[in-house]
Structure formats: C-alpha cells, structure tokens
C-alpha cells in the first residue's frame, strides 16, 4: 500500500494537496491509515508514504483511497496503491 503526491505546476494560493487511504470499520468511524501530505508550492515537491503489511477486512468494513489539493491554479499528481487478494471459503 503506497500513496504519494507531487506538486506539478506553482499555485496562486498554496494549501495543502493529500493522498490518503481512509479503513472505516463496519459499523465503526473511519480513519486515516497511511497519508502523503505537501503544503509547499515548488514544483517537484513531493511526499511518499508506503508500508507493506497485511490488512485483513470483515464483511462491511471499507478502504478508500481519497485525493484532494485545496490550493488555486498549478497541478498535483496524486498516486494511490493497494494490492488485494481475496480468499474464498
């Protein structure tokens, strides 16, 4: 599981731009389990995050894989990786 995102073209107005993967529980709150954050605004800036452990999920629970830049004008490239394997009974 790895996410990342990389500042492409300068904003007008920098704020933060994520990459996020969000487990929400069945029945339960969601939260944050792995986060890439950058709230510069020069082009190439970049953040990394990954780990490679097991996540096993119950009937109902959720990832999501979610992506936001709040900034004006320029670009960010966001990438989000998750490889799945499913078990049958």
Request: net charge negative.
């Amino acid at each position: 599981m790895s996410c990342r995102v990389e500042r492409r073209t300068a904003a007008t107005t920098p704020l933060g731009a994520m990459a996020v993967f969000k487990f929400t529980p069945s029945g339960g709150a969601g939260y944050y389990i792995l986060r890439a954050i950058i709230y510069t605004n020069n082009v190439g800036d970049k953040e990394h995050q990954s780990i490679g452990t097991s996540l096993v999920l119950c009937p109902g629970d959720t990832v999501a894989g979610l992506t936001t830049d709040l900034s004006t004008g320029g670009t960010c490239e966001e990438l989000l990786t998750l490889k799945i394997t499913e078990f049958d009974a």
